[in-house]
């Protein structure tokens, strides 16, 4: 859809969405546990942005008073390892496998890769189509998400992440739910953490540093993805909910073009010179079988009786 997050051609054979689950009793499941969710207080939340810092076009205001019953969130991005162990138990495929290619960003294809040249595929120059490139193939060819087990899985789209939430008794948090939880009890807070970006000197979050696309000084430690637990989480114990990587809601896009999912968080490859999109409220949309090596997701739980 946008320099954010790139886009297949709109006939791509991909799967249909796929229904959500019902609400389960917390911790009936044993991938639904509290040590790996947080809890989201009940509460009227005041979301959007209106301020000359939103994005225009992306529809983020107005600021709106949005009231939520209590739910679960994960801590942090559902991790490869998660991703690896679903996949083990079910032999799910995703769609990134089926189709034969993703897109990767230009500085990160492993040498081993091959373009994807015969790929029906439009994007920045930043973006290309890596033949074979997938959640355990993150890289293209010869990279593993071995060397990478705590790190988010990537190059899944809307479809796969539903269905790994489905397998594991949750869902995908709406975008409301997603804001609410990224804000930390903080109200009209630019950042999870607070209004300045680097309090103190200290990066809080895995974006670009340098002069996008061609010059990443990885200032905060990473090129790509970090570990889902890189830095500090916020006032509810999430980590990681703004920069790294970009994640999938179960929100449909509200704008312009239609028959898009709303995505949330921004990732590594945002900067304030084209994509200051690593806000609370920040937000994008994208196909249900879009996939990159900068999109993941979290997934979020009902209480019993809510």
């Known amino acids: ?12 054979p991909v799967a249909e969405p796929v229904a959500a689950p019902a609400a389960l009793e917390a911790g009936s499941h044993p991938d639904m546990t509290h040590s790996d969710m947080a809890f ?4 009227r939340w005041l979301l959007g942005e209106d301020r000359a810092i939103a994005n225009p076009g992306d529809g ?14 994960d801590k942090t991005a559902v991790t490869n390892q998660a991703f690896a162990s679903f996949v083990a138990a079910t ?12 897109f990767v960003f230009m500085a990160q294809i492993h040498p081993d890769a091959v373009i994807a040249t015969d790929a029906d595929a439009s994007a920045p120059d930043w973006w290309a189509p890596v033949r074979d490139a997938c959640w355990h193939q993150p890289d293209g060819t010869g990279s593993s998400w071995r060397d990478r087990r705590d790190h ?18 949750k869902r995908l948090p709406t ?7 990224a804000r930390g009890g903080l109200e009209r807070a630019i950042y999870a953490w607070g209004d300045e970006l680097n309090p103190g000197g200290r990066h809080m979050c895995n974006i670009w540093q340098g002069r996008f696309p061609l010059g990443n000084s990885a200032e905060d430690g990473y090129l790509a993805t970090a570990p889902a637990r890189s ?18 809601t179960a929100s449909p896009w509200s704008g312009e073009p239609t028959g898009l999912m ?15 999109r690593y806000r609370v409220a920040a937000r994008t949309g994208n196909h249900h079988g879009a996939t990159s090596s900068h999109l993941g997701f979290r997934c979020a739980g009902d209480l019993a009786g809510q």
């Not at 600021?63 to 019953?69: A, D, F, G």
């Not at 975008?175 to 939880?181: G, L, P, R, S, T």
């Not at 916020?234 to 920069?243: E, T």
């Open 175 to 181: 975008e409301a739910e997603w804001e609410a939880a």
């Open 91 to 102: 032999g799910y495929v995703t769609e990134a496998e089926r189709l034969g290619w993703s």
């Open 262 to 276: 709303a995505m949330r968080g921004g990732s590594y490859l945002c900067h304030a010179s084209y994509c200051n």
């Open 152 to 169: 988010p899985v990537v190059h899944v789209s809307w479809n796969d992440a539903v269905a790994f939430a489905n397998y594991a008794g």
């Open 60 to 73: 983020e205001g107005p600021v709106r008073t949005v009231e939520l019953p209590a739910f679960l969130l």
């Open 231 to 248: 830095f500090p989480p916020n006032g509810f114990g999430l980590h990681n909910m703004l920069g790294n990587v970009w994640e999938w």
């Open 40 to 43: 989201i207080p009940a509460g």
């Open 1 to 12: 859809m946008s320099c954010c997050s790139p886009g297949r051609s709109p006939g791509d």
